[in-house]
């Protein structure tokens, strides 16, 4: 991950801008741009993108002299890829030390432009830190712009918390504020733009949910296969919550069921490995039930305590005293992003939001 911003995309890039800046901006050096390909080796992405970021503001000075380069090269081919995440970075900087609206204004309408040849949705960030509102009225207009890139921005660099991404406390503390947006796009033709308005409704349930139930119902009477598809993930998270409000709107009612034979083959794990399970589900009432079949692993924690996370297994459909085998297998491997310690596990089910069984099994690292 780290090296998609190594020392040959900073020679590109390099290249491009100097380029750019004989016709434009004939005084800027930008040497030092070059001299952060020796200083790369040790830092993250986002590291980098800070350092080269730094060397591109101290090298063009001034929010106009860098928006003027950064334009000239938009025509250059190679002016794309993981290089262009220091550019916004630095335009931005330069727009908010500026101090100026019609420097922020433009800094927005820069990143727009830069956006399809890799996301602006990091940088613009501080701009809605800044001036939240200013900045809110400007993304709106995106939603109708031509380029599904630029519509996608205005999704996903709004979004609560978007990884990678510094937080919007402005924005948390006022879920509403970029309602309108979503609504402008959930129906957007691009299934790129409606995953993002999809992940960004499911960011906002965290700590809205019932403003996102009911906004998820607006969307779903409108009945297009597009709206119902980002409404069923928007909803995801609190469906796995078994919130009682998400699993009606996908059509999970309460149900009458029971679990059997809840089992495992082996209990003990070895890391990597993988956890095999099934049980026997029988639906016990007298009608037909839609069920959503989640489970729950209870993770040990470097000191000893248990975190849980559910994860999706099926949805099925039974008839009134139907019963059906379902199996399923959860890896256990080390993870950037998830750590495994020793010590005993747990898994239960979960079926229309209400837990089922448990069974316990030790992992060893």
């Not at 020796?38 to 992405?45: A, I, K, Q, V, W």
């Not at 090269?73 to 262009?84: C, E, I, Q, R, S």
């Not at 796995?240 to 003990?268: C, R, Y």
């Not at 959860?330 to 089922?356: C, D, K, P, S």
């Amino acid at each position: 991950m780290d090296d998609m911003l190594g020392p040959k995309e900073v020679t590109e890039l390099y290249n491009v801008l100097s380029a750019a800046a004989a016709g434009n901006v004939p005084g800027a050096d930008l040497g030092s741009v070059l001299a952060t390909r020796d200083r790369l080796d040790p830092l993250s992405l986002r590291g980098r993108t800070d350092l080269v970021a730094g060397a591109l503001v101290r090298a063009l000075g001034s929010y106009s002299a860098a928006a003027s380069v950064f334009r000239a090269a938009l025509p250059d081919p190679a002016f794309k890829g993981w290089a262009l995440w220091p550019v916004t970075e630095a335009a931005v900087t330069l727009a908010l030390e500026s101090g100026g609206e019609a420097e922020f204004d433009d800094a927005l309408a820069l990143l727009a432009e830069l956006t399809p040849r890799l996301t602006s949705e990091f940088a613009i960030r501080r701009l809605l830190q800044a001036r939240p509102d200013r900045a809110l009225a400007i993304i709106q207009e995106w939603t109708w712009h031509p380029d599904q890139h630029v519509r996608r921005l205005a999704s996903e660099g709004t979004r609560s918390y978007l990884p990678w991404a510094v937080r919007v406390p402005q924005l948390m503390g006022r879920p509403e504020a970029t309602l309108p947006i979503l609504d402008a796009l959930h129906n957007d033709p691009e299934d790129y733009v409606r995953r993002s308005v999809a992940n960004h409704a499911n960011d906002l349930a965290r700590h809205a949910p019932d403003m996102v139930l009911a906004k998820a119902g607006q969307w779903q009477q409108t009945g297009t296969p597009e709206s119902t598809w980002v409404v069923r993930h928007a909803l995801r998270t609190l469906v796995k919550k078994g919130n009682p409000g998400a699993l009606a709107l996908m059509g999970f009612a309460p149900a009458q069921v029971s679990v059997t034979d809840l089992h495992a083959e082996g209990g003990m794990l070895t890391l990597p490995a993988k956890l095999a399970f099934g049980f026997l589900l029988t639906n016990m009432g007298d009608a037909p039930v839609k069920l959503a079949v989640d489970y729950a692993v209870h993770f040990v924690k470097a000191r000893g305590s248990t975190a849980e996370k559910v994860f999706k297994l099926a949805t099925v459909e039974l008839a009134p005293g139907e019963s059906r085998k379902l199996s399923g297998r959860h890896a256990f491997r080390q993870m950037t992003t998830r750590r495994h310690y020793a010590g005993l596990h747990a898994l239960e089910l979960q079926i229309n939001g209400v837990r089922h069984g448990r069974l316990e099994f030790e992992v060893r690292v």
